[in-house]
């Protein structure tokens, strides 16, 4: 097995590649952080050099590799600002929760299509009245002839405008003692009748979109886990989401080019405290990732690196304001330089401690499932 030091370094060969190829590209100048751009040529080309999958089985299109070897990947694919949208979501987040609970038939047929790059996913969760709180969500299925129809209405979901499947949140039984125990998760393709979607653009650069199924037949076989089992699913799924390696990354590379221009003392200070949080920040993501890789319960380490990780992004994106002046806040796109990345990251990180499950919930979930602290 290579060591995570020279696949890193191949890594980073082939992104610092491809984001030249993709410099050009219109609609990922204005990208905030890679987890706003949207290409599926920078998709297709990943998928094409081997990098999606890396720790999943050899049998599914995977190398075979570890979870620390994705991260260290990811980290590097963030450092050189590749759009990466839609592989966070349909690799780093979906991709590993099918290979963790959708059955094998169903892991066996959609796992080889993401790793060949002929799938996009996006991730139909958050509903009006159910984002944070996702165990409110209304969207319903109902058991009909082999499968089931989903009735419903899905916000702020990335990729959808492009996507080839949806992996959708449900309410398979309404009348369930607690709500969360009546949640299912099903894979649905997008071009099924019934869908619509709606596309906005966002400050961060990217789109994001609005879903609505209409009695849309999903097949019972695209079942991900235990019928009215979702809870279970779908917790786990945000514990793969929430470990942002691909945001390290972009820290890191924002940190390493404003050093090279800062001249104040109190600035350069700032910026070695900074490094050492980045530091901790890669090493929670590592530990989120190892459990996650050994099966152990993962949802306190997940929630501590993304907690930290967004909070690092706007301590940057503001110290990057500081250090530069006014010439941070004219927006040539990401690739002018230092000044259009802490432009990129200022307006990105606006939303940086909501998306993904507010920062309340983050320490909500460190308390509780972390820390073992009693709910009050």
């Known amino acids: 097995m290579k060591s995570i030091a020279a696949v890193a370094q191949e890594a980073d060969r082939f992104a610092a590649q491809l984001a030249d190829e993709l410099r050009d590209d219109p609609w990922n100048r204005f990208q905030g952080m ?33 979870a620390a070897h994705t991260d260290a990947v990811e980290e590097r694919f963030g450092y050189q600002w590749l759009p990466l949208c839609s592989y966070l979501l349909g690799v780093k987040t979906i991709g590993n929760a099918i290979l963790r609970f959708a059955s094998p038939e169903l892991t066996e047929r959609v796992l080889p299509e993401i790793t060949a790059g002929r799938i996009v996913f996006c991730q139909g969760f958050s509903e009006p009245g159910a984002g944070s709180d996702l165990a409110s969500l209304r969207t319903r299925a109902v058991k009909h002839s082999g499968g089931y129809l989903v009735s419903g209405h899905k916000i702020w979901t990335s990729s959808a405008q492009m996507a080839d499947w949806i992996y959708l949140a449900v309410r398979t039984d309404p009348d369930a003692v607690r709500p969360h125990r009546g949640l299912s998760v099903l894979l649905c393709r997008m071009d099924t009748p019934g869908i619509q979607v709606r596309e906005f653009a966002t400050l961060g650069g990217g789109s994001l979109c609005e ?11 695209q079942l991900v ?24 990354g972009v820290v890191a590379r924002v940190v390493d ?4 221009v800062t001249k104040r003392p109190e600035h350069r200070s700032e910026l070695r405290a900074v490094r050492g949080e980045l530091n901790a920040a890669r090493e929670l993501g590592r530990e ?20 930290s990780v967004a909070l690092l992004c706007k301590r940057v994106a503001r110290l990057g304001i500081d250090v530069l002046g006014t010439e941070a806040l004219i927006d040539g796109g ?7 990345k802490v432009a990129a990251l200022r307006r990105a990180t606006v939303g940086a401690t909501i998306a993904g499950g507010a920062s309340e919930i983050q320490r909500r979930v460190i308390a509780r499932r972390g820390l073992g602290l009693a709910a009050h």
């Open 34 to 66: 890679p987890s706003d751009g949207e290409s599926r040529v920078a998709y297709e080309a990943l998928a094409h050099g081997g990098w999606i999958g890396l720790h999943w089985p050899e049998s599914v299109g995977g190398q075979g590799l570890t």
């Open 225 to 248: 886990g235990a019928l009215n089992g979702g809870w279970q699913v779908l917790m786990g799924t945000l514990d793969y989401e929430r470990v942002t390696s691909e945001k390290v």
């Open 334 to 340: 990401v690739h002018d330089g230092i000044a259009g």
């Open 257 to 260: 080019e404003l050093e090279a």
């Open 288 to 307: 989120a990732g190892r459990c996650l890789m050994q099966g152990l319960p993962a949802s306190g380490a997940s929630s501590m690196c993304k907690l």
């Open 211 to 221: 879903v609505w199924l209409d009695e849309v037949f999903v097949p019972e076989d």
